[in-house]
Every structure is written in structure tokens, then in C-alpha cells.
């Protein structure tokens, strides 16, 4: 069984940054990818990075690609979202989530473990 909680939510000024942290607990055999999702009112959960961790791949969505970056330190079971330029629209929980079933995408429906969340609010 993998666990994962997340952590460094809060509120932040337009434009300003925010590390989130997620510690995983559990047998690293038992996933293969990790990755992080937000989601806003009314809308689906969206995958925003995602590493692959037998290809050592990252996936940025377009929305964050270039303000935010994802890092994974294994020697701490520990994966960050360094989120730069902050815009109000990033403004939501989010998500730390492993898969066991070696997804092709970041997509939430290929994940099946996940953390309870945090929020991120970004306000002047």
C-alpha cells in the first residue's frame, strides 16, 4: 500500500511562489509514476506534471509549463512542485497521486493512490 501527504500550501501574492512537497510511504515497487493534479470548481481534475520514473520523463501541462517544476528525490521517498510566477487561476487544491499501472499520460484516472490534498490561493 502507498501513501502519500502532501504539504507547503497556502496563500500567495499574484506573481509569487509556493513549493508543495509530497512524502511517499510504502514499497517503491508498488509504483511506477508520480504526479500532481489540481482541480478547480466545476471542472476536472487536472494533471499538471508527472514523472515517469522508470523512463525518467516529465510532463508539464501547457498551463504551467515554464512557471512550475516538478523534482523527485528518492533517498527521501519525497517528490516537489516548485510553482513560479503564480497567476489567480492556479488557485485550487492540490493533489499528490502515484500509479502502479505504468500510465501513458497524465491523466487522474491512471492514478490510484492519493494524498488528501492541499490548498494553494493565490490573492492580492
Known amino acids: 500500500q502507498v501513501q502519500l501527504v502532501e504539504s507547503g500550501g497556502g496563500l500567495v501574492q499574484p506573481g509569487g511562489s509556493l513549493r508543495l512537497s509530497c512524502t511517499v510511504s510504502?514499497?517503491?515497487?508498488?509504483?511506477?509514476?508520480v504526479g500532481w493534479f489540481r482541480q478547480a470548481p466545476g471542472k476536472e481534475r487536472e494533471g499538471i506534471s508527472c514523472?515517469?520514473?522508470?523512463?525518467?520523463?516529465?510532463y508539464y501541462s501547457d498551463s504551467v509549463k515554464g512557471r512550475f517544476t516538478m523534482s523527485r528525490d528518492s533517498a527521501k521517498n519525497t517528490v516537489y512542485l516548485q510553482m513560479n510566477s503564480l497567476k489567480r487561476e492556479d488557485t485550487g487544491p492540490y493533489y499528490c497521486?502515484?500509479?502502479?499501472?505504468?500510465?501513458?499520460?497524465?491523466?487522474?484516472?491512471?492514478?490510484?493512490?492519493w494524498g488528501q490534498g492541499t490548498q494553494v490561493t493565490v490573492s492580492s
Open positions: 510504502g514499497l517503491t515497487s508498488d509504483y511506477n509514476a
Open positions: 497521486a502515484a500509479s502502479s499501472v505504468f500510465p501513458r499520460f497524465c491523466r487522474f484516472y491512471e492514478y490510484n493512490y
Open positions: 514523472i515517469k520514473i522508470n523512463e525518467g520523463s516529465t
